[in-house]
Structures are given as structure tokens and as C-alpha cells.
């Protein structure tokens, strides 16, 4: 077996079944054994894509002001999402001792 | 029920054609989209949800502004409101304020938009009517809609079949006459292949030049939202109206606007074919009989048909598989059953987040965000992720430089027509393998067309596919960035 499921669930933050990690292990292998064939090729360019389109200028930025219009992204509308809040703040279990 | 299907538009040209005569009311041809779904949605299962009073609202409006208006008039008001009373669906992925955005799975089961996407800001402005939101694989990770915690949507064509995916939906409303046009997400094909499936137009356009803003994410250097439409001038048309700069997403860029004239067909145009990657194992008969006839229809049209080779090609695929999954699971690590979405109770933080991902995301999601992590993690990161980048880079310089001498790559979209349900949803290889034609327009960012192919037409109307199931399949157009206008063109000459 060359993949640890249980570390790799964990660092995904997965909780699986026992008959998934069976069936993810042979499912990745299954494709880890595919996408392996572009080990055998040579890359001559050293650079990294930084990003898919060459056009310039490339990332768009703007002013950090609110440009909420009235009645958008209410805060109350977002915290009303979560499964668990109170008093307009989102709840979460306790982290530390 | 009676169906009055004379007031069906063919195009949205058409439709306005007949605002304009005064032969309908939007609210008549909402009206009859609605019955349409009504009729039928529980066979096919495109529509997760239809809006109809918030629709017929809609019609009602533009109809109150057709009657203060005369002909001439009204023209103008058309003009300026491109999509004026288009009836749409949007694919589950794409937010709509105040309505339910799901991604189709059972994580985000009770969500709530909280804002509008820019792509369906832009089409609503224009004056178009979104009739509802229509079925996907869960976060667009799939090629058949079967990975969708809603059930599977069937191909209008035969039902036995799949409508592919991951807009499967989109593809599906557009096919059965449920909408005009549909909004879909494109990650590796997920436009394209489903149009193909299904016999309609699905636009990939180039990466950036549709606001992702209001997209759920799924791989953020690839995603892109585009058309599913019934024709080509359509699909162009949808395409104007949504596109451009968006200071909400950092990575769109500023489009020049298209005249009409410039999606023409242009004498002299050339095309390349890859042919070692179409006339191989794996690729059926049908599809590459497809394309040699295709071939020989735009040399007619006084095409010129090159033969190119980009040896990187046949790698697509797996450097695809690379990426995505990569990601992808970095991108949902956001669904923790924390801030929204559903939340499975644990001991302490860890192991809700755990049992939450555990418990309500689906089978494929979970196979791709495991197969990132993997990718992602130490020691394997520099083999896999980095190699790939830099052979993506590779691969992107190599189709430039192909595209500055051709104005289109010509491919099948997909290696073979649709398949039956069930038929691969034991081995997710095999699926993946589907995608073949599709991933490197994502991977280098560059805009494609997937049109259908259509040996010929009977004195009905009907469409003979040349496929011995009779299913349709689509012939792959892919330019150079921003070109979408050469893309146009091909597909008018061909359908």
C-alpha cells in the first residue's frame, strides 16, 4: 500500500468509513498509476504558471472602501447562515482549555 | 395538456421578432417555457427549482413596457436590452440573492445566496428572466450529473441516457425547450461535454473574461462561467452581455466590445487538426467520421485545413488530474459546517469539521479533495503539483504559438456520445477519461465551442446525428485568448 488514507483524511479534515479508505485507496492508486506518466517527461521551462492568461495587466485591483449598496451583505443575513450563532457572531466549539 | 409550441422561439432574435409584432406577450412565452418544465421536469429532472411568480412578475414588467411603447421604440429600448425578456436558467453553482445555491449537494442543502452573481447581475440588467436553477455534479466535480446529491438528469434525447456534465442540467433545459439559454461552470469541460451530450452550443469563453464573482469555486484557475445555448448567435449574444472587467473578481480583464460583422465567417480562415490525437484508440468511429466530414464541409466553405502536432497533448489529461484536485481541495476546505451549510455534531471543533465533511459531502467531492491532499503533501508536492505547472506553462506556450499561425484547433469535444446511466460509475478513471478533448482549453486558459454535428436534416426538422444510438455529438473549436469571435464564425459555418 503506497498511501496512507488515514493520514491523508486527516489532513483533509475527512472523517471516512472503513469501507471508504478501502475504496479511495484503490481508486487513487488506480489514478496516481495514470497521472504518473508525466514523470517520464523532461521540462525545459523553468518558470511557474503564475496564471493561465498572459495579458497584462493581470489582477485587477480596487479601492478598499465599502462599495455595499444598501441592504447588501448584511451582516445579519450572513451570521443567519450559520448552523450555530448568537447575538449577530457565528458560534463555535471551544479551542483551548 | 395542450402545448402551444408555434410560440416557441427558435432564437432570441426570433423571439424579439415576434415582441416586435406583437404575435406575443413575454408573459405567453414565460408562460409556456413553464408549462414545459412542468411537463417535463419529472422525467428529466434539469430544474432543481423554477421561479415561476417571481418569473411571471418579471414577464408582466416587461410587458407593461412593450404597451407604453411603439414599434420603433420598443427596437430601440431592444437594442439597449439585449436580453429583454430572455427566459433563462442558471446552473446550481452560480448564486442568485435570496434563492437557494446548493452546488447540489447535501453540505449546502439549506444556503441562502446573500448577493447575486456578477455574470447573472449582467443578464438581469440586460432585462433577462431567470426561470430557475437547474441540476450538476455536487460542485461540478463529474461528467454525468450522477455525482448530484439531487438525482440524476436524464438526456431529453432518450431518458436511459446521461445528459453529461457537470452542467448537465443547463445542457438538459436548453435541450427539452425549458429555457432559452442556460448559465453553466466550466472547469475541464464541464460546458462543453454536456452540449455535446445533448445536441445544443456551449461556450467555454477564455478564462477572465466572465466575472467568476458569485461562482462556487471549484478550481480557481480554471472555473469560468459560459453559454449553453441553441444556436451560435445566441450563445454570441449572451456572451457580449455578461463578459468584462469585474472589480470583485481580481483575475477578470477588460474585453473590447464585438460588432456583429466581426463573428462573420471570414473567407481564408485557417484551422489546424491534431490528427495523431483524434484518429487513435479510444476515440470512436462516429466521432472521428464526424470529423473528417466537418473537415471537408469548411474546406468547402474555403477553409484551410492544416495538420499540426503539439506532442503535449496527450498529457493533457493527466496534468489536469494534477491540478484540480489540488485546488480543489484547498478550495472547499471552506465547508467546515461552520459559517453556512449543514454541520454534523462532534466532540470538540476537530471533529465536527470531520464528521460534517464526512457526513454531507459526496463520494467524488471527497475522492478529489483525498487525491489533492495527497498531491499537495510533503514529499510529493515538487512530483506532482510543481511538475505540472511548469509542463501547463509548457503546454500553454506551445498552443500560442500554433494559434498565432491558425485561428482555430479543431477536435471532437468528446471521444464518444453520451452513456447510459450507471454504464461509469464504478470506475472514476473511465470517466475522467471522458474529458480528454475538453482540459486543455482550461489548463491554458483559452476559449472553445463545442457545436453540434449534424450530418443532415429531414423535411421534419429532425437532425440525423449519423450515431448508431441516434444520440448527438459535438464538434470542439478552440482560439487563441479573446478570440471567441473566431470560434463564432466556425460555428456558422458549420451549423
Given at each position: ?97 | 395538456m395542450?402545448i ?23 408573459e405567453e412565452v414565460v408562460r409556456l417555457y413553464l408549462s414545459i418544465i412542468e411537463l417535463k421536469n ?5 430544474y432543481?427549482?423554477v421561479y415561476t411568480e417571481e418569473a411571471i412578475?418579471a414577464a ?27 427566459p433563462?436558467a ?39 428572466i431567470c426561470l430557475g ?44 425547450d425549458g429555457c ?316
Amino acid at each position: 500500500m503506497r498511501i496512507d488514507t488515514h493520514n491523508i483524511a486527516n489532513l483533509a479534515r475527512i472523517s471516512l468509513t472503513e469501507d471508504e479508505h478501502v475504496s479511495y485507496n484503490t481508486d487513487i492508486e488506480s489514478i496516481l498509476s495514470f497521472i504518473d506518466t508525466i514523470q517520464s517527461l523532461s521540462v525545459s521551462s523553468s518558470d511557474e504558471t503564475t496564471h493561465s492568461v498572459g495579458l497584462a495587466p493581470v489582477g485587477v485591483s480596487r479601492a478598499d472602501v465599502v462599495t455595499a449598496r444598501e441592504g447588501e451583505y448584511a451582516p445579519t443575513e450572513i451570521v443567519a447562515q450559520a448552523p450555530n450563532s448568537e447575538d449577530n457572531a457565528v458560534k463555535v466549539k471551544k479551542i483551548l482549555n | 395538456m395542450q402545448i402551444r409550441t408555434h410560440l416557441l422561439p427558435d432564437s432570441i432574435i426570433d423571439f424579439h421578432e415576434s415582441l416586435l409584432t406583437r404575435k406575443c406577450t413575454v408573459e405567453e412565452v414565460v408562460r409556456l417555457y413553464l408549462s414545459i418544465i412542468e411537463l417535463k421536469n419529472t422525467d428529466n429532472n434539469a430544474y432543481l427549482e423554477v421561479y415561476t411568480e417571481e418569473a411571471i412578475a418579471a414577464a408582466q414588467a416587461c410587458d407593461t413596457i412593450i404597451a407604453e411603447k411603439t414599434r420603433e421604440q420598443l427596437e430601440g429600448y431592444i437594442w439597449k436590452n439585449k436580453m429583454f425578456g430572455v427566459p433563462f436558467a442558471i446552473k446550481d453553482n452560480i448564486c442568485m440573492k435570496g434563492k437557494k445555491t446548493t452546488a447540489s449537494s447535501k453540505i449546502l442543502e439549506n444556503y441562502t445566496a446573500s448577493y447575486t452573481a456578477t455574470a447573472v447581475e449582467k443578464l438581469v440588467h440586460a432585462g433577462a428572466i431567470c426561470l430557475g436553477r437547474v441540476n450538476m455534479d455536487e460542485f461540478a466535480m463529474g461528467g454525468s450529473t450522477e455525482n448530484s446529491a439531487y438525482g440524476v438528469t436524464k438526456n431529453p434525447k432518450y431518458l436511459e441516457y446521461v445528459s453529461g456534465g457537470s452542467s448537465g442540467g443547463s445542457a438538459a433545459a436548453v435541450a427539452m425547450d425549458g429555457c432559452l439559454f442556460a448559465l453553466g461552470s466550466d472547469t475541464g469541460g464541464s460546458i462543453r461535454q454536456p452540449a455535446s451530450f445533448c445536441g445544443v452550443m456551449g461556450l467555454k469563453p477564455t478564462y477572465g473574461s466572465v466575472s467568476r464573482h458569485g461562482l462556487i469555486a471549484m478550481a480557481s484557475s480554471f472555473d469560468v462561467v459560459g453559454v449553453i445555448a441553441k444556436n451560435v448567435e445566441d450563445t454570441e449574444v449572451v456572451f457580449e452581455a455578461m463578459k468584462g472587467l469585474d472589480t470583485l473578481d481580481s483575475t477578470t480583464h477588460t474585453t473590447k466590445v464585438v460588432e456583429p460583422h466581426e463573428t462573420l465567417p471570414r473567407h481564408g480562415m485557417k484551422v489546424g487538426i491534431p490528427r495523431e490525437f483524434i484518429f487513435t484508440e479510444g476515440v470512436s468511429k462516429e466521432v472521428q467520421n464526424s470529423i473528417t466530414l466537418t473537415i471537408e464541409k469548411l474546406e468547402r466553405k474555403g477553409v484551410k485545413v492544416v495538420d499540426i502536432s503539439v506532442p503535449l497533448l496527450k498529457h493533457a489529461l493527466a496534468l489536469y488530474y494534477i491540478l484540480v484536485p489540488a485546488e480543489v481541495s484547498s478550495n472547499m476546505a471552506r465547508f467546515d459546517g461552520v459559517r453556512y451549510g449543514k454541520q454534523a455534531d462532534g466532540k470538540d471543533l476537530l471533529e465536527t469539521y470531520m464528521k460534517t465533511r464526512g457526513e454531507f459531502l459526496g463520494k467524488e467531492v471527497k475522492r478529489r479533495i483525498m487525491l489533492g491532499t495527497y498531491i499537495l503533501s510533503e514529499g510529493y508536492h515538487d512530483a506532482y503539483y510543481k511538475k505540472a505547472m511548469a509542463l501547463r506553462e509548457e503546454l500553454t506556450k506551445d498552443l500560442k504559438k500554433i494559434l498565432a499561425e491558425v485561428d482555430a484547433i479543431i477536435t471532437p469535444t468528446t471521444p464518444d456520445t453520451a452513456f447510459k446511466i450507471g454504464e461509469k460509475n464504478t470506475d472514476p478513471l473511465a470517466l475522467y477519461l471522458a474529458d480528454i478533448f475538453t482540459v486543455t482549453a482550461n489548463l491554458a486558459g483559452l476559449p472553445a465551442l463545442s457545436v453540434p454535428f449534424v450530418q443532415s436534416v429531414d423535411s421534419e426538422g429532425t437532425p440525423n446525428y449519423a450515431t448508431a444510438n441516434g444520440l448527438p455529438l459535438g464538434i470542439q473549436f478552440m482560439a487563441n485568448t479573446d478570440r471567441e469571435t473566431d470560434l463564432f464564425a466556425l460555428g456558422k459555418m458549420i451549423y
